[in-house]
C-alpha cells in the first residue's frame, strides 16, 4: 500500500532541493517572490521595513523573496483612514476596510499588509499571534461584521455590511518593541519576526511545536525562531498569488 508521507515527500520534492550550500536546508528549485501591499498611515516606516527585511532575511535562505507593491496614489488616500489609535476591534475594522477598499482594483493577487495602532490584541478575532494576525477573507468579512454589529456604532448595520472578504495582514503596532509579558524587547528578537511568521499563515502553514521554528506560536529569547522544515518551504514554493477569489475585481 502506498505510504501517504512518501507522497507528500514526492510531492515537496517537485518544488524544493536541498539548498547548494546547506545540506539540512531546503530552498524552492525555482526563486520565488510573493508580493505584499503595505498600508500604514505613520510616517516613521521603520516597523514596516526592519520586519520586510527581517522577512527576507529569513525566507531568502529558502529562495523565497517578499516583494512591495505599494498602493495607488489615486483617489482617497487610504493611509490618512489608518491614522490614530484604535480603542475597539469595531473601529479598526471599519477603518481597515475603508483603506482596503479605496484600493480594491489593485489588490487581486497581492497580499495586504496593514500596520495599525489597536489598543487590544487581536486574540479577540480568534488569532493566537501577540503581534499580528494573518486573516482569510472569509475569516476578515466574518470577525469584523460580528464585532461592528454586538458594537455601539451609530451605522453600525451598514458598516457591517460594507465589509469586503479580503485576504490580509493585520501588524499591530502597538505591540511592536515590547513582548508579551509587558517588557521591553530592547534587541526586538521578539518582533522582527512577525512579517515572516504571518506569511507563513498566509500560505497556510500552521503554528509549530520546537521553539526554533518559524512559526513558534510564541517568543522564547533562548532561541532564534527562525528554521523551516522541508514541507513549510514547500507551501511558500507552491504559493501563487493572493485575494484571487470572485469578489474582487
Not at 476596510?97 to 489593485?106: H, P, R, T, V, Y
Not at 495602532?117 to 466574518?142: C, K, L, M, V
Not at 493585520?170 to 519576526?193: F, M, P, Q, V
Request: hydrophobic content about 35%; aromatic content about 8%.
Amino acid at each position: 500500500m502506498l505510504n501517504l508521507t512518501d507522497v507528500c515527500a514526492d510531492a515537496d520534492d517537485s518544488v524544493v532541493e536541498r539548498c547548494a550550500d546547506d545540506r539540512d536546508q531546503y530552498c524552492c528549485k525555482d526563486s520565488h517572490a510573493l508580493i505584499v501591499m503595505p498600508f500604514t498611515a505613520f510616517n516613521d516606516l521603520l516597523w514596516p521595513e526592519n520586519l520586510k527585511r527581517k522577512a527576507n532575511q529569513i525566507l531568502g535562505n529558502h529562495e523565497i523573496t517578499i516583494n512591495e507593491q505599494y498602493p495607488s496614489a489615486e483617489g482617497l488616500d487610504p493611509f490618512s483612514m489608518l491614522e490614530g489609535n484604535f480603542e475597539t476591534l469595531a473601529d479598526a475594522c471599519v477603518s481597515v476596510n475603508a483603506a482596503l477598499l479605496s484600493q480594491i482594483g489593485n489588490i487581486r493577487g497581492k497580499l495586504p499588509v496593514v500596520y495599525v495602532n489597536y489598543r487590544g490584541t487581536f486574540e479577540e478575532i480568534d488569532s493566537p499571534d501577540y503581534y499580528g494576525a494573518y486573516y482569510s477573507h472569509t475569516e476578515w468579512q466574518s470577525a469584523c461584521q460580528t464585532a461592528i454589529s454586538e458594537s455601539s456604532r451609530e451605522n453600525r448595520e451598514e458598516e457591517a455590511e460594507r465589509i469586503h472578504p479580503i485576504d490580509l495582514i493585520l501588524i499591530n503596532l502597538a505591540n511592536l518593541g515590547r513582548r508579551e509579558d509587558g517588557s521591553e524587547d530592547t534587541d526586538h528578537k521578539c518582533t522582527n519576526a512577525v512579517l515572516a511568521h504571518e506569511m507563513g499563515h498566509a500560505v497556510s502553514l500552521r503554528h509549530a511545536g520546537h521553539p526554533t521554528n518559524l512559526m513558534y506560536p510564541s517568543c522564547d529569547t533562548n532561541y532564534t525562531q527562525e528554521k523551516l522544515s522541508k514541507k513549510q518551504v514547500a507551501k511558500f514554493c507552491r504559493k501563487r498569488g493572493f485575494n484571487r477569489h470572485p469578489s474582487l475585481p
